[in-house]
């Protein structure tokens, strides 16, 4: 049971996160009034995202190293609750976009290359249902995987960081100041970035025993 107590920590903290996140005090800058509360729940989709898909590249880096098979299952189930994660963290922040740019859906470059960036692991998930053979599959799903996450960086970070963006921390937009999360909005956000990484590792380890049942002839 001790060994659990990272479970139950990732429940308390998102239990805390959940409450205080939609009651407490924030400032109210410019347009996003209390759509700012997104911060809680929009970043660490992605820090849950971008934790999961570099477990799934390593992991496909040491398939190719050795072809073992059970690193396929660690690369492929981290990408699926990763693409998951990803997903999430897209919907949350058109959520926010609406309220904040006046659409869910706009032509800002951070929101487009972010949703390439999905495509492509959602590819990869797609590739890999389409092949059969659990070697080949496995050999072309590492292959692809590292092309995923060579793009994943530059979509979702240097080039956002380059072009005219609505997002904080781009050409024309600086990133969040002191003023604009101030320490009662932190007293949230870091138990929220600890409490989604763990409920996302969580997800990952139940993903992962799945697939060891599913595929016991192989991994006895």
Not at 25 to 45: A, D, E, Y
Not at 64 to 72: P, V
Not at 167 to 185: C, R, V
């Amino acid at each position: 049971m001790a060994r659990h107590w990272w479970k139950a920590l990732a429940i308390l903290l998102l239990i805390y996160v959940i409450i205080a996140g939609f009651t407490i005090r924030i400032p109210i800058i410019g347009t996003n009034g209390q759509s700012s509360r997104g911060l809680f729940f929009h970043v660490p989709m992605w820090i849950c995202m971008y934790t999961m898909f570099t477990i799934s590249v390593v992991n496909s880096l040491l398939y190719l190293s050795k072809y073992d098979l059970k690193r396929d299952v660690y690369a492929s189930s981290a990408a699926r609750v990763g693409a998951f994660f990803g997903v999430l963290g897209f919907a949350t922040g058109s959520l926010w976009a609406t309220y904040t740019w006046g659409g869910t859906l706009t032509d800002d470059p951070k929101q487009i290359c972010t949703a390439i960036a999905i495509l492509i692991y959602m590819a990869y998930l797609v590739l890999r249902i389409s092949i059969h053979d659990i070697d080949k599959r496995a050999r072309i799903s590492a292959v692809f995987n590292i092309f995923a996450f060579a793009l994943l960086i530059p979509l979702t970070y240097i080039i956002p960081r380059m072009v005219d963006s609505l997002h904080p921390g781009s050409a024309s937009t600086p990133g969040f100041a002191s003023k604009d999360t101030d320490g009662g909005m932190k007293l949230v956000l870091y138990p929220a970035f600890i409490g989604w990484t763990l409920l996302s590792v969580w997800i990952y380890s139940l993903l992962v025993r799945y697939k060891k049942l599913e595929l016991k002839n192989i991994f006895k």
